[in-house]
C-alpha cells in the first residue's frame, strides 16, 4: 500500500507565502511523475504543475512565476512553494504521484487535499 500525505496549508493574506509538502509512504519501487492540483468551490479540479523524475517542471499558466514545484527523491516528498498568493488562488489542494510499486507496475496515488485560503 502507498499513502500520500500532505501538509502545509492555511490562511494566508494576498502577497503571502506558503509550502506545502506531500510525503509518500508505503511500498514503492521509483516515483515517476509528481505534481499538485487544485479545486476551487463550484469549480473543476485543474493541474497546477508538475515535476518528473528528471526534474522537468511545468505549470498552469496562471501560477508560473509565482509557484515552484520540488522534489525531494531521499524522502519521497514533492514540494509547492507558492508566493505572491492572490485570492483566486484559494482551493483545495491535492498532491499526485506516479508511482511504481514494482519494476513493471505503476498507478496514480493522490493526497487526502489541503485547503489554501487566501483573503485579508
Known amino acids: 500500500q502507498v499513502q500520500l500525505v500532505e501538509s502545509g496549508g492555511g490562511l494566508v493574506q494576498p502577497g503571502g507565502s506558503l509550502r506545502l509538502s506531500c510525503a509518500a509512504s508505503?511500498?514503492?519501487?521509483?516515483?515517476?511523475?509528481m505534481g499538485w492540483y487544485r479545486q476551487a468551490p463550484g469549480k473543476q479540479r485543474e493541474l497546477v504543475g508538475t515535476i518528473t523524475s528528471s526534474g522537468r517542471e511545468n505549470y498552469l499558466d496562471s501560477v508560473k512565476d509565482r509557484f515552484t514545484i520540488s522534489r525531494d527523491n531521499a524522502k519521497n516528498t514533492v514540494y509547492l512553494q507558492m508566493n505572491s498568493l492572490k485570492p483566486e488562488d484559494t482551493a483545495v489542494y491535492y498532491c499526485?504521484?506516479?508511482?511504481?510499486?514494482?519494476?513493471?507496475?505503476?498507478?496514480?496515488?493522490w493526497g487526502q487535499g489541503t485547503q489554501v485560503t487566501v483573503s485579508s
Open positions: 499526485y504521484d506516479l508511482i511504481a510499486t514494482t519494476a513493471i507496475e505503476s498507478n496514480d496515488y
Open positions: 508505503g511500498s514503492i519501487f521509483g516515483i515517476y511523475r
